[in-house]
């Protein structure tokens, strides 16, 4: 994969009716997707999920979800710089509305299991300090595998203050095995969607972090894109990280991840040129900034 093929900026993908849609084939590989729809007041966009598993997680703004004759109410959130969201869960083969006002992303996954549509509350949402110094971020583990459960879909939420790095050390999932140092790694699609605080979707002149992939000799990959917000970047294969904020403007991403193993993981290996700066974390203090958001008091 070219880096020109990795980085997707906002409105390249645009399919009606959503603002970005990339589909496992869009991404050319088997599992994972992501797609955001953005509703004006009153708006309502109905449509099926196929075979695929899907969220609906408000980025900015409030809906209603129909699906399966059941009702699920998000009260959402202003920005995702401003709260830990609630969500809702939509099974494989439904029909779906969802009404409301707002920008939604809707991370999916190929599914075999067909679950029931539920809902997810914020203040149930596992929120993580990670790193520490300028390596620290918040982590929203919403729909990580020990947090709720689904098909094959994993996806959480990362907020890295102005100025720090995540995504640190670098790290890959592009097998399933377990390495000569009894650590263990997963085949796993990754989709990266990014907001920055101060910008919105769309605005070319608009504040921007930078997200670096590179590969191996066997696999090799050379990405390193300017992005703003609503751009996505592909990561199939390789080392990926830093995800690097710029000073000033706190960056946000949200990760989707799935693939071919029956039991959902996140397992990674970092470049083990650079597994050494975890040791340092233990002298250092986690960023006082942190946590940057919490869990909303609307939620319903």
């Known amino acids: 994969m070219s880096a020109a093929e990795a980085h997707l900026p906002w409105g390249t993908t645009a399919r009606a009716p959503w603002a970005l849609e990339v589909t496992p084939e869009r991404a050319g590989w088997r599992y994972a997707g992501l797609r955001v729809l953005t509703l004006p007041a009153g708006g309502a966009v109905t449509f099926d999920t196929g075979d695929e598993e899907m969220l609906v997680l408000p980025l900015a703004g409030a809906a209603t979800v129909h699906c399966d004759g059941v009702r699920l109410?998000?009260?959402g959130r202003p920005s995702v710089f401003a709260a830990v969201t609630d969500f809702a869960y939509l099974p494989r083969d439904a029909t779906v509305t969802v009404r409301g006002e707002g920008r939604?992303?809707?991370?999916?996954?190929?599914a075999t299991r067909r679950l029931s549509p539920r809902y997810a509350a914020a203040r149930d949402v596992p929120v993580e300090l990670r790193?520490?110094?300028?390596?620290?971020r918040q982590v929203n583990n919403f729909c990580?595998?020990?947090a709720f459960d689904c098909d094959r879909l994993v996806a959480v939420e990362v907020l890295t203050p102005g100025g720090n790095w995540s995504s640190y050390p670098p790290h890959k999932h592009e097998e399933d095995r377990t390495h000569d140092d009894g650590?263990?790694?997963a085949e796993l699609e990754e989709i990266y969607y990014f907001e920055v605080a101060g910008g919105e979707p769309g605005d070319a002149g608009g504040p921007v972090g930078y997200q670096r992939v590179?590969?191996?000799t066997r696999r090799p990959i050379d990405v390193l894109a300017e992005v703003r917000g609503g751009d996505v970047v592909l990561v199939p294969y390789g080392y990926h990280g830093p995800s690097m904020a710029a000073p000033g403007y706190h960056l946000y991403y949200l990760n989707v991840l799935a693939g071919p193993a029956p039991a959902r993981t996140m397992a990674c290996v970092d470049d083990p040129r650079h597994h050494w700066i975890r040791d340092g974390w233990a002298q250092q203090p986690v960023?006082?900034?942190l946590p940057l958001t919490g869990p909303t008091t609307r939620e319903a």
């Not at 939604?104 to 190929?110: D, G, K, N, T, V």
Request: cysteine-free; glycine content about 10%; overall charge neutral.
């Open 214 to 216: 590179y590969g191996t």
């Open 104 to 110: 939604f992303a809707l991370p999916s996954a190929r």
């Open 73 to 75: 109410t998000l009260a």
């Open 287 to 289: 960023d006082p900034r």
């Open 131 to 136: 790193g520490a110094g300028p390596a620290s």
């Open 183 to 185: 650590r263990a790694e």
């Open 144 to 146: 990580a595998p020990e």
